[in-house]
């Protein structure tokens, strides 16, 4: 039980600390916009950091 507990403070973390970039970034008005600009650019960084991950230097 703690470790569900743990894991749902821990992505409570991550959707407030999102928001909280988002917020800052772009403001109340643009919250919506902001939002999927920075969903956009959490997911290119990710497919960018895993994409070197399979290859391996020869």
């Known amino acids: 039980m703690a470790l569900l ?4 403070w821990f992505v409570l973390f991550i959707v ?14 643009d ?4 939002v ?10 990710v497919v960018k950091q895993t994409a070197g991950i399979g290859k391996k230097k020869p």
């Open 31 to 34: 919250f919506t916009n902001g």
């Open 5 to 8: 507990r743990g894991f749902f």
């Open 16 to 29: 407030f600390t999102f928001s909280f970039v988002v917020l800052f970034e772009y403001g109340p008005r």
């Open 36 to 45: 999927k600009k920075e969903c956009a650019r959490v997911k290119s960084f």
